[in-house]
């Protein structure tokens, strides 16, 4: 396993002054209120000790409504709260894989699938996307066998911003049918879907584990809250995983997360569709960038040299993350918009007068 790039990043930003920062991925705006006193409440009601390994019954119920919503249907008993979706994919990948086991990915990926893969000793086969970053499903279909544990997919994506349509994911399904072979779906970004309606695979393939939490939606990254559902036989399994290493998700954090469920985030997302046209405006005319259509980045296409061109970025004070943390190749780029338009503007123009 190798050290995060966009960790990297992090501690070069906390070394130079006042950068203008598009690396890490994380929302820009604080806890909804609602949601910060449900915590404290938690607290000083003295909910402080471990809940049951699978979560609060309250909040199980709760996400099996959720996942209604996307036309998944799932028993509560499919249902395992967790530790951020981070906590999920860990647990659930330790729970199918043994050594050898091949899993599909498709490059770019988000950082954390390679790495945790790796740590299982899976055999990892990336599909290179189409150049809009769509799934290559000939691809897909030609790399898919018997062998394949398990096809990775995270829509809304990050880090090319990509959402991938029904017609698309049905396509997926019927590749992964073909070959019993499981789905998991990271849609830890699905409140944040600009041109399109987000659809679950899960609603139409239900050999499927399906990843979603509160981290980006309600900002809540450091309150480590997610779930996920799925057959019964791979949450029963994730679920001794979890007894054994996490125990439970934050107690007061898990009270939290149900208001959370009923708190909008509608006027964040519209305020991110509004930054991500700035970035999109910004920078068509002069890189050769896809407009994202979901989560908060943007994946450009270097307009010169890569090592010359982040260096030339870190001299201009603008951190973005290079593209070959998140793939094989070291074509593009990756901007995080989730901050303060004036901060977009800034690195908008340093990143035109690079060309
Ligand atoms: N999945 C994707 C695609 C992400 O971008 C991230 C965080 O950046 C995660 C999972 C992990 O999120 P968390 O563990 O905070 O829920």
Redesign the pocket.
Known sequence: MSVSG?RKMFEMASKMKNPIDLSV??PDFDTPPPIKNAAIKAIKQGLNGYTPTVGIPALRKAIVQKFKNNKIRVKESQVLIT???????DLVLCALLNPGDEVIIMDPF????KQLLLRYGAKIVQIPTNKDFSIDLAGLEKATSKKTKAILI?SP???TGKMYDEKELRAVARIARKHATLVIS?E??EEFSYTKKHFSIGSVYTNTVT?N????SHA??GW???YCCGPQAIIDATIKQQQFTYVCAPAPFQQAALTALSTSVKKYAKAYKKKRDIVYKGLKDKYDIVQPEG?FYAFVKYPYNADRFIKDCVKNNLLVVPGNVFSEKNTHFRICFATKDSVLRKAIKVLNNLT
């Open positions: 966009v991925g994380k530790g951020a979706v981070s906590g999920a994919l988000f950082v954390g699938y995270n994506n990050n880090p990271d830890i970004y990843l939490g509160f981290s980006k809540m990254t480590r809250v997610g989560a």
